[in-house]
């Protein structure tokens, strides 16, 4: 057999209204002819097929287009336009809707010819606002399919139908209303679902804007990123971020890596050193030779990871979705069989004609249009007011099965800001003398921006305290400055000649304890050690608390070193600590536990979390993090509380919960009525005020999640959360590492 080269296409879809429609774009796509692998990305409105030369691209459009979906020519379909649509032909349906459900519910506003008036209210809802069910209905039927848009546009066509026959020949209750609040509810739910989607695909454009835009080349010529080639030789002054991955060259810096790593701490570079691109050198001057460009760099591996973790997830339909695939045959059957039935019996024609509407509208989705939208609206309302931002209704389906919720460290467990947390003096240095030379020490450090360096600088009196002069930095080493007639110097080891055994012992033991050690002193002596940690958030022993009472296995997934980590996972009370891992393997520690069986919920704020957030089963990320990160994830914590974390994941339960029950009422209510329409019981008139008494059931059961309050409100109360056991008994360790 010939052996054929394998190429990957890339086409927008335009047209998906759902992950039922992803779900059967990428089915028909791998079912072509030399096509082995097929990829639909709902959110990024694309699909990417790898395929040999039986195929191309022609093929790929017209397998699109045969389902009844667009592939543009020139770019991806435009979700925002798509919302804008959405929400514009929502609120002119409800304009004209309002006025109808009024006068046909309210017999005092009704006069002469009021059938007429919402008559032609009606018909712009039904048949333009409402349009794109009909359309989805009339695709779906030509590929054998049921969703909720054919029983919106089932429901909507027979209550229009009838009503306006009934209108016509002056025979007949109508029931306008009820067509109306059908088109009405199902867009609004729609338009909510296509904002969410939108925001989440944001997340990839939002990686892509990280790099640099230009470099300055060793010759002083400023080029575009897109034109640096491999092997060129780059300046990256202090402040500027580094334009691609490279090699350092000639000079020493600190790097600030933590939109790509998530750590605090920077990494200091010299010659024979790697940097990533869109990385930050915070001080010194460096020469980097490009070692990776374009598609090639670090950062362009984040974005595929995204792109590959948001593409990979299971489409799961709605639960209305999957039901009314069973529903809509079964109902239009019934109805067929009623009309037969009762013209087989002899009966008139009206009555069997009134006997099969009357099946129809008690199957119209009126309840089920409210169950899943306004228990997310609810839902959501609420979570706004804790500070819970939830993305969709799949996200609540999610939050329920997940067992395991893996932690980032930096900026989630802990504050992601450095502190300095301890100091140890020489015993040479007298008790008189040990204040001023740390209002020194913290004078020279002000004149730095290097992230460790603040931390020293606000042990100081920055407005009172003495002033540095003659500051010299060594970049990699430390600084020295003149402070009150003294010189004092800043930084490591090897900054003094003579570092005494009080102080070396102090600075190993902050040093195993996962901190970092910094040493300041005189004339060429080390005469003092501070420790500098990123401290714990107060809230985080009670989170995992919480963490525990849902049910969940906590995990610290972590770049930063293992005693670091190991100290921060003991002081909480986390189940298992995971450290020292790259940000591509962050992503593949996700995968190894879903391929475990585990459901997983991850929790992190920074760009190298995104993937791992993108793939898990639940992505959350806490509001002090990045916008890729907040834009990757299903849940966001706005104020960075970790307690949050568990208020979000048990609202979604609770909300998730609600959905269900309404949907079950709703799902209910249509079995046990359905048969009595059949057999004459109910006329669409008792039909449609059964519709109603069902609507008002959802609406009550959803807006009792206004009464939510969560972990961090029974905190407030003095509750169970409050004194949970693990918090208790850690009080200690936290306030050893959280206070200075």
């Known amino acids: ?70 592939s543009p020519e020139a770019e991806r379909s435009d979700e925002r336009r798509r919302e804008h649509e959405l929400q514009r032909r929502w609120i002119i349906a409800l304009l004209l809707g309002a006025p109808v459900v009024l006068v046909s519910m309210v017999p005092a506003l009704q006069f002469d010819g009021w059938e007429w008036v919402a008559g032609l209210l009606t018909t712009p809802v039904v048949f333009w606002a409402g349009w794109s069910f009909h359309r989805s209905a009339l695709r779906n039927l030509r590929h054998h399919a049921a969703t909720m848009d054919t029983l919106v546009s089932l429901g909507t066509t027979a209550a229009w139908t009838w009503s306006t ?49 230009t470099a300055i080349l060793v010759d002083g010529t400023e080029i575009s990123r897109d034109q640096l080639e491999v092997g060129m030789r780059f300046r990256v002054r202090p402040g500027d971020k580094v334009a691609t991955d490279g090699c350092v060259v000639e000079g020493h810096a600190a790097v600030d890596a933590s939109m790509i790593t998530g750590e605090p701490v920077p990494v200091e570079v010299g010659p024979g050193d790697t940097v990533v691109g869109a990385t930050i050198n915070t001080d010194g001057s460096l020469v980097v030779e490009a070692t990776a460009v374009g598609a090639a760099t670090a950062l362009a591996q984040i974005v595929q990871l995204v792109e590959r973790a948001q593409g990979s997830r299971a489409n799961v339909q709605r639960l209305a979705d999957r039901v009314a695939g069973v529903f809509v045959p079964v109902a239009i059957a019934i109805a067929a069989i009623a009309l037969a039935t009762w013209l087989a019996t002899g009966a008139a024609a009206s009555d069997a004609v ?14 089920l249009g409210l169950a899943t939208p306004l228990g997310i609206m609810v839902g959501t309302g609420r979570g706004a007011q804790l500070g819970v931002i939830i993305k969709g209704g799949e996200v609540l389906e999610d939050s329920r099965r997940v067992d395991t919720i893996v932690l980032d460290k930096t900026g989630t467990v802990t504050e992601g800001r450095m502190r300095v947390v301890d100091t140890t003096c020489s015993d040479e ?20 921006e290097h992230p460790i360096a603040r931390a020293v600088a606000r042990i100081g009196d920055g407005s009172h305290g003495p002033v540095a002069e003659d500051f010299i930095s060594s970049p990699g080493r430390g600084v020295s400055a003149t402070v009150s007639g003294q010189r004092i110097d800043v930084g490591r080891r090897a900054v003094f000649r003579e570092v005494p055994a009080s102080i070396e012992a102090a600075a190993r033991s902050y040093e195993q304890a996962g901190r970092t050690a910094v040493f300041g002193g005189r004339d060429g002596t080390a005469e003092v050690a501070l420790a500098v940690a990123d401290v714990i958030k107060p809230t985080s022993p009670a989170a995992i608390a919480a963490f525990h009472e849902l049910g969940l296995t906590t995990t610290l997934l972590t770049g930063d070193n293992a005693a670091t980590a190991a100290a921060v996972g003991e002081a909480v009370g986390i189940d298992e600590v995971i450290a020292e891992v790259l940000p591509e393997d962050k992503d593949a520690q996700i995968t190894t536990l879903q391929q475990a069986g585990q459901r997983v919920a991850m929790v992190g704020d920074g760009i190298n979390d995104a993937p791992a957030l993108a793939r898990a089963d639940l992505g959350i990320a806490v509001g002090t993090g990045t916008d890729v990160a907040i834009e990757a994830s299903d849940l966001t914590v706005v104020s960075g509380d970790l307690l949050g974390v568990a208020d979000a994941i048990a609202l979604a339960r609770r909300t998730l919960s609600t959905i269900r ?10 079995t046990a009525a359905i048969p009595l329409a059949a057999f004459g019981v109910l006329n669409p008139m008792i039909a449609a005020a059964a519709m109603g008494l069902s609507s008002l059931f959802v609406v009550s059961n959803s807006l009792r999640l206004r009464n939510f309050s969560g972990y961090r409100g029974s905190v407030s109360r003095g509750g169970a959360a409050s004194s949970a056991p693990s918090a208790a008994v850690r009080a200690q360790d936290v306030a050893r590492l959280t206070d200075v």
């Open 1 to 70: 057999m010939a052996d054929r080269s394998l190429v990957r296409t890339d086409v927008p879809v335009g047209g998906m209204t759902c992950a039922a429609c992803a779900s059967r774009i990428q089915s028909q796509l791998a079912d072509l002819d030399g096509v082995t692998d097929a990829l639909v990305n709902f959110a990024a409105g694309t699909a990417t097929v790898r395929h040999d030369d039986r195929v191309d691209e022609d093929d790929v459009r017209s397998a699109i287009a045969g389902l009844g979906y667009s």
């Open 429 to 448: 240095v007298p008790a008189a003398e040990r204040d001023e030379l740390l209002v020194a020490v913290a004078a020279v450090e002000a004149h730095s």
């Open 661 to 670: 029950g309404n949907l079950f009422w709703a799902f209910a209510y249509n």
């Open 165 to 213: 026959a009934a209108l016509v020949l002056d025979d007949g209750h109508v029931y306008y209303e009820t067509a109306v609040v059908i088109v009405v509810l199902i867009l609004l739910g729609k338009w909510l679902e296509v904002r969410a989607t939108r925001r989440s695909g944001d997340a990839i454009r939002a990686l892509a804007d990280l790099s640099a835009p």
């Open 354 to 367: 009134t006997a099969a509407v009357a099946v129809l509208i008690i199957a119209c989705p009126c309840a």
